[in-house]
């Protein structure tokens, strides 16, 4: 089981990027999939999560902003971030849990990706 996130970069404030979760070794709608996110010094905050189901879950924190999406052909899993601020500045991490349902506490996932950087110029 391998996950592969990608689509990071600089982007000023205000601005919008797309984050991809590429998985491979399983399929993506067999498995909830979380995006969690690590500020310097800060702990890894789940951001979203879609279940095997389809359906997305977001906290209050990112609601309205960001959205999870999924592509069962390519088995990827997307992360819309809009309207973007400096302290949406972190790593941004894909992950994939079998068991329940989905959840933002980063101990109940199985499988991580490394890590994509988003910077947020102002």
């Known amino acids: 089981v391998q996950l592969q996130a990608s689509g990071g970069g600089l982007v000023q404030a205000g601005g919008s990027l797309r984050l991809s979760c590429a998985a491979s070794g399983f399929t993506v709608d067999h498995y909830n999939i979380g995006w969690f996110r690590q500020a310097p010094g800060k702990g890894r905050d789940g951001i979203a999560c879609?279940?095997?189901?389809?359906?997305?879950y977001y906290p209050d924190s990112v609601k309205g902003r960001f959205t999870i999406s999924r592509d069962n052909a390519k088995n990827t899993v997307y992360l819309q971030l809009n309207s973007l601020n400096s302290e949406d500045t972190a790593v941004y991490y894909c992950?994939?849990?079998?068991?329940?349902?989905?959840?933002?506490?980063?101990?109940?996932?199985?499988?991580w990706g490394q890590g994509t950087l988003v910077t947020v110029s102002s």
């Open positions: 879609m279940t095997k189901s389809g359906g997305p």
């Open positions: 992950a994939a849990k079998k068991n329940m349902r989905c959840s933002f506490d980063s101990s109940r996932f199985d499988y």
